[in-house]
């Protein structure tokens, strides 16, 4: 049984340009949420996704986007990187309802930012 | 805004020894509470959760709540060096999917 996948392991980005970052949920969960952890820090909420919505957004500015397609993976899109979007970016999955708390996270994409 | 609040340590504690972690919430419409366990440069695993007021043991762990107090903790008993880590605090206020998490407690566990 695959776990939460994601990738890039590991991206690094100059200032101004865009990336895209990508997650498959653990197979029967059909919920993506995004999450930023910086260093030292407990993972902040970007986005959820559910049934290709956006089912609830994080206090992030509009310069992140998000994708869920219809197999449930999803894409994490950032535009006109900052050096503060430096961070480790997790993906965690869960299932719609019942054990839709219980986060299962993916091994991250740390993204450096120059 | 909902806050989670959590000392970031180091906690060290010799093998052996209970290691206590504690955890504040200021929504008290918070419902559900989840302690995840984040081993350096990897991702977060949930170990324990929690819904009730009282004590949830599940092997070397337990986990304690009181809402009244807004405080949560978890002990870990019998601690090894294999525990060593950082331990996330989550928060789900009623009717929300998304937790609040704190920004970990590291603990240090000595042989």
């Known amino acids: 049984d695959a776990g939460v996948t994601q990738s890039p392991t590991h991206l690094i980005k100059t200032r101004g340009q865009q990336v895209t970052l990508r997650c498959s949920p653990k197979s029967g969960h059909d919920t993506v949420s995004w999450y930023q952890q910086a260093l030292g820090q407990g993972p902040q909420f970007i986005f959820q996704?559910?049934?290709?919505?956006?089912?609830q957004r994080g206090n992030f500015p509009d310069r992140f986007s998000g994708h869920q397609f219809p197999n449930y993976s999803s894409e994490l899109n950032v535009n006109a990187l900052l050096l503060g979007d430096s961070a480790l970016y997790l993906c965690a999955s869960s299932p719609a309802t019942g054990a839709g708390e219980k986060l299962f996270f993916g091994s991250g994409t740390q993204l450096s930012v120059l | 805004q909902k806050e989670v609040e959590q000392n970031s340590g180091p906690l060290s504690v010799p093998e052996g020894a209970i290691a206590s972690l504690n955890c504040t919430y200021s929504d008290r419409g918070s419902q559900s509470f989840f302690w995840y366990r984040q081993y350096s440069g990897k991702s977060p695993e949930l170990i324990m959760f929690i819904y009730s007021n009282g004590d949830k043991e599940d092997g070397r762990f337990t986990a304690q709540l009181n809402k009244a107090s807004q405080y949560v903790s978890l002990l870990i008993r019998d601690s090894q060096p294999s525990d060593s880590a950082t331990y996330l605090c989550a928060v789900n206020s009623g009717g929300s999917y998304i937790p609040t998490f704190g920004r970990g407690t590291s603990l240090i566990v000595h042989p």
């Open positions: 996704y559910y049934e290709e919505e956006e089912r």
